[in-house]
């Protein structure tokens, strides 16, 4: 049977950081993928200030910067007033590496990394690999891989589990999901078309809220995307249909003959895994946690996540396995997810809506005064740019 010290299932951005650190940190990484590739996914387009840190660690930052946009400022915007609260990292400028947010398509990342693995000499990249089993051993894991003609067994040191929000691994563990689904899907659309030749003063980042229907507005290099909430009684085929994406590009820009590149529906959760270390086996990103992306919070806490988790693989494979390191991650990770992510999300969805129950007059004030004041200002800069939550998880012992 094959060996390796350490497999990572899934190739998205979460397994392609897990392994390329595993793997410049000396050791043996076995990354499997069930796809032929790393899939052109467009759904996280932005990275935060810390994640270019790390990213910066691993030597890639700059590549991945010149693929994508710089966007120091986000706006907070009101449709029916055309109020605009605008953050502006810029403001960090001295105190971070990385005053912006990096506006990139995820796939770009994804893709970078699952090169430099296939050229490094400790990695391995095993596409068309799906993980349909596991069992772990006293000192170990064995894992089994459903490749194009056979069941391929490799047995590792430890399992990463970055298989993403369906996780078979996450599922055969039994761990608990809690949480919820949202009644309403988001619906993205994608065009070429420049939103900026319409709507004045946009930046490239920009919250919309709306009594008839909030938006988020996304620039990454290749296109604008438009993100709007979809009933739970719309089907599928009309939410993809002309009809329905001229009616968002009539309300949005007051013409509806925009070329899409991209109609896609995603279905929204806030649920975290109850535990996220099982003996060798530990789950990271959207298989630990889902929330919904305002905020851009999902693949960067995921990021965080393997950060961590390599690091407490780094002193096990070095040193001898001691349960407590994976406690620890465990410690660090989770809590923050609620207390942070899940919770930071759903307030900023809230932050959009005109729900009848909620008062968003008072809200939006709420905005402002932290808005107005310079240091209260700048502790909302860092906590949504996620030092903040990231210095706490890394504090906990
Ligand atoms: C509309 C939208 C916008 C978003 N925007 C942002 C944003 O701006 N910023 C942000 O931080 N987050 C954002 N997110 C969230 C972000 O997309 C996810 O958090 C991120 O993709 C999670 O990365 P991951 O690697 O954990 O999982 P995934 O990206 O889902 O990757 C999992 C990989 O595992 C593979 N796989 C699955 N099962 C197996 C198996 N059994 N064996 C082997 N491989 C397997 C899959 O093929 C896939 O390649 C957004 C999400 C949505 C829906």
């Known amino acids: 049977m094959e060996t390796t010290q350490v497999i990572v299932a899934g190739a998205g951005p979460v397994g392609t950081v897990a392994a390329y650190r595993l793997a410049c940190m000396g050791f043996d990484v076995v990354l499997c993928e069930a796809g032929p590739n790393c899939a052109i996914d467009m759904r996280a387009s932005t990275i935060h200030s810390p994640t270019l840190e790390m990213l910066d660690e691993l030597g890639i930052a700059e590549e991945l910067i010149a693929q994508g946009l710089k966007a120091p400022e986000y706006h907070f915007r009101e449709r029916d007033t055309g109020e605009v609260v605008s953050f502006d990292l810029s403001e960090l400028e001295g105190e971070v590496k990385y005053p912006f947010r990096l506006q990139c398509e995820q796939y770009k990342l994804a893709n970078l990394l699952a090169k430099k693995l296939e050229e490094h000499p400790r990695a391995q990249v095993k596409f068309n690999h799906r993980v349909v089993a596991f069992n772990q051993t006293e000192d170990g894991v064995e894992v089994a891989l459903e490749g194009p003609f056979a069941i391929e067994k490799i ?43 319409y709507i004045p003063n946009l930046c490239y980042v920009n919250y919309i809220s709306d009594p008839k229907e909030w938006m988020v507005l996304l620039r990454v290099p290749s296109a604008w995307r438009i993100l709007v909430p979809a009933k739970e009684d719309q089907p599928d085929d009309w939410l993809k249909s002309e009809e329905k994406k001229n009616q968002v590009f009539e309300h949005l820009i007051g013409r509806s003959d925009v070329a899409t590149s991209h109609r896609t529906i995603y279905r929204v959760h806030q649920r975290v895994a109850k535990q996220f270390n099982h003996g060798r086996v530990c789950l990271v990103g959207d298989a630990a946690h889902l929330n919904n992306p305002l905020g851009g919070f999902g693949m960067n806490s995921g990021i ?16 001898g396995h001691d349960d407590a390191r994976f406690d620890l991650y465990d410690r660090r990770r989770r809590p923050v997810t609620h207390s942070f992510i899940q919770a930071q999300t759903m307030q900023n969805k809230k932050m959009l809506e005109h729900s009848p129950e909620e008062n968003h007059a008072q809200r939006l004030q709420e905005m402002k005064d932290i808005h107005a004041d310079r240091e209260t200002r700048l502790a909302y800069l860092r906590k949504q740019a996620m030092f903040t939550c990231l210095a706490e998880a890394n504090a906990v012992n």
Request: charged fraction near 25%.
């Open 155 to 197: 047995q590792a040191k430890y399992l990463v589990a970055a298989d993403g929000g369906n996780s078979i691994i996450r599922k055969w563990l039994g761990v608990e999901f809690d949480g919820f689904t949202y009644p309403e899907r988001f619906l993205t659309l994608s065009t070429e078309v420049d939103l900026a030749d």
């Open 304 to 319: 965080h996540d393997a950060w961590e988790l390599c690091s407490q693989i780094e002193q096990n494979l070095k040193q």
